[in-house]
């Protein structure tokens, strides 16, 4: 299920509205989201998988410091479960 997704569900929990909220992200992040559900090969997202690629989790750029992390349900749904300083 590695495969790079064409198109994005996204499911956003709520304890990671607290930590963009938090991080003073929210404006950036809504921004990141947008291209991440229109286009999710936008560059300025690297949105990638990460080792080891069996766990399903995967990044993307919030900015320069914050990731996002996310687990892959299906084909097209993630859930974001984390954003932090550069995971």
């Known amino acids: 299920m590695q495969d790079f997704p064409n ?3 996204l499911i956003v929990e ?4 607290k930590e963009i909220k ?4 929210k404006k950036k992040f809504d ?3 947008s ?10 997202l690297d949105f990638k998988p990460l080792e080891p690629k069996d ?3 995967w990044s993307f750029r919030v900015d320069l410091h914050f990731r996002a992390l ?5 084909e097209n749904t993630f859930r ?5 300083n550069h995971l």
Do not use: A
């Not at 938090?22 to 992200?25: A, D, E, I, K, S």
């Not at 291209?35 to 300025?44: D, G, I, M, V």
């Open 55 to 57: 766990l399903n989790t």
């Open 35 to 44: 291209f991440l559900l229109t286009n999710p090969s936008h560059r300025s």
């Open 22 to 25: 938090r991080y003073g992200l």
């Open 14 to 17: 709520e304890k990671v509205l």
């Open 7 to 9: 198109t994005v569900n």
């Open 70 to 74: 996310l687990i892959r349900e299906d």
């Open 80 to 84: 974001l479960f984390k954003v932090g």
């Open 31 to 33: 921004k990141q989201k």
